[in-house]
């Protein structure tokens, strides 16, 4: 059945330990969740809206190396921002879990891969054809959140000639890698438009939001600073984006390194330089399992 047929949503799964998420204490939860098979548990309106998510949710919750995917409900007012998360015996069972014990809860993640899709894109780098060597780290990128079994959500978008989406985000993993070849090049390099739309997808979704945004040329249809004030958009929206250079950046014609630097910090996202494509796939798997919670944070 291949890498897609393999998942069992009530598997354990070991996560990487990227981001250490506040630990909330395990408490019973109300009177005839435990008569529930189905993995659920219930947080206060204040921890719905610091992970960002809603009733009917569905969540990682982790305890140890144990992970399991729980149904969100509300609990009750009196545990206003009490670090509190009730849980049914299906949920506590999958985890080993006693009351009293410290779970984490991992918010699902939506986000968006958009890739470049110029006509330079077409050129070769270390050997390889550069939209070939994207395409194989797009692959990896939604491999490698099927694996994580965490009901992330990705989607794929692509701007040269003209900015749109090759797939709207989705969990349906194997769709989503069986439209990697619509990648094509041609033509400017609408990455203005192309942030546009990605925006706009995300603007009304919950839990952690991110573009994973991936160049080898400079923007043709605007200025930086058009871009500049994209990303403080995003910031305000509570959207992280990853930037990605491809090639050298004191090449003649290459990226603008200084601008993917300061879209990253604008958004509290990374920076990354790939000089050697055969890296990217590497690359791309760190992004996808390293979940950015910067705007889920107490602090914020």
Do not use: C, W
Not at 206 to 227: C, E, F, Q, W, Y
Not at 243 to 270: C, H, N, Q, W
Request: proline share 3%.
């Amino acid at each position: 059945m291949g890498l897609f047929g393999k998942k069992n949503s009530e598997e354990e799964t070991a996560l990487p330990a990227v981001f250490e998420n506040p630990r909330l204490t395990a408490r019973e939860g109300f009177k005839g969740d435990s008569e529930l098979s189905e993995p659920l548990i219930r947080l206060s309106k204040q921890l719905r809206e610091r992970f960002g998510v809603r009733r009917g949710d569905y969540v990682s919750v982790k305890r140890g190396d144990r992970v399991a995917r729980a149904r969100v409900e509300v609990s009750s007012a009196s545990d206003g921002s009490r670090s509190i998360i009730r849980m049914n015996a299906r949920a506590r069972e999958l985890l080993n879990a006693q009351l009293g014990d410290d779970i984490e809860v991992i918010p699902h993640e939506t986000l968006i891969l958009l890739i470049d899709t110029s006509g330079s894109m077409s050129d070769f780098i270390s050997g390889k054809v550069k939209i070939d060597a994207a395409k194989n780290a797009v692959v990896e990128f939604i491999r490698s959140k099927f694996l994580m079994a965490q009901g992330d959500r990705v989607g794929i978008a692509s701007f040269g000639q003209v900015a749109a989406f090759v797939e709207k985000p989705s969990s349906d993993y194997e769709r989503l890698e069986g439209r990697v070849d619509a990648l094509v090049p041609n033509g400017s390099t609408a990455m203005y438009e192309g942030l546009r739309i990605s925006l706009d997808e995300l603007a009304s979704v919950g839990g952690a939001k991110r573009i994973v945004l991936l160049t080898d040329g400079m923007p043709t249809t605007t200025g930086r600073m058009s871009i500049i004030s994209m990303a403080k958009e995003a910031a305000s929206r509570n959207i992280v984006i990853d930037t990605v250079g491809v090639g050298s950046p004191f090449d003649f014609i290459s990226y603008d390194e200084m601008l993917l630097k300061r879209i990253a910090a604008i958004t509290g996202g990374t920076f990354r330089r790939v000089m050697d494509v055969e890296q990217l796939t590497g690359q791309f798997r760190e992004l996808a399992e390293g979940k950015n919670y910067t705007y889920l944070l107490p602090e914020k």
